[in-house]
């Protein structure tokens, strides 16, 4: 699999990685807490995608 040299992406798809990268932690701690709050499938599973996507973007897979 090809690594994506973030450097060759347009400026404003950068920005967007960057803006999603420094958002998707906080909104995933607010999620987890409503979760525990109000337990529904519909929160566990955005739960479950909110904490993939700040792990891919820390480990650099987007």
Known sequence: MKKINPY???PWL???RAVA??????IAIF???RT???PTTFDVLILGILIF???AFHLDWF
């Open 21 to 26: 990268s420094q958002v998707v932690l906080p």
């Open 36 to 38: 525990i709050i109000f």
């Open 31 to 33: 999620q987890g807490f």
């Open 8 to 10: 060759t992406l347009p």
């Open 53 to 55: 996507l700040a792990c």
């Open 14 to 16: 950068r920005q967007i």
